[in-house]
């Protein structure tokens, strides 16, 4: 049974940095994989944050370009998301997904319906 752990979630002021972590079990985080991180506020849909994909592709959300930086330790097997700059609009829950790669699916896309896997979330609470 694949899971996905996160931490590092927290409280901080608005400039801040927080870095997330997500540590995965049976999936190989940086060979043959899919991750991403998403973020839902309340009221809101679950949005993808960035994604990432073997050859180290990555994506982000327009809203934290510049900001934010996703990346991968295969030797810790875990997944990880540098977040500067914060602004009270990231306040969310983030949570980190993975899929089993398969040509039919687009990682880029960061279509949540297509994620198999989740963590179980971490609270972002940016404050102006």
């Known amino acids: 049974q694949v899971q996905l752990v996160e931490s590092g979630g927290g409280s901080v002021q608005a400039g801040g940095s927080l870095r997330l972590s997500c540590a995965a079990s049976k999936y190989t985080v940086g060979r043959n994989y899919c991750m991403a991180w998403f973020r839902q506020a309340p009221g809101k849909e679950r949005e993808a944050v960035s994604t990432i994909e073997d050859y180290d592709i990555t994506t982000y959300a327009d809203s934290v370009k510049g900001r934010f930086t996703i990346s991968e330790d295969n030797a810790k097997n875990t997944l990880y998301l540098q977040m500067n700059s914060l602004k009270p609009e990231d306040s969310a829950m983030y949570y980190c997904?993975?899929?089993?790669?398969?040509?039919?699916?687009?990682?880029?896309?960061?279509?949540?319906?297509?994620?198999?896997?989740w963590g179980q979330g971490t609270q972002v609470t940016v404050s102006s």
């Open positions: 997904a993975a899929l089993v790669p398969d040509r039919r699916i687009d990682c880029a896309r960061g279509n949540v319906e297509e994620f198999t896997y």
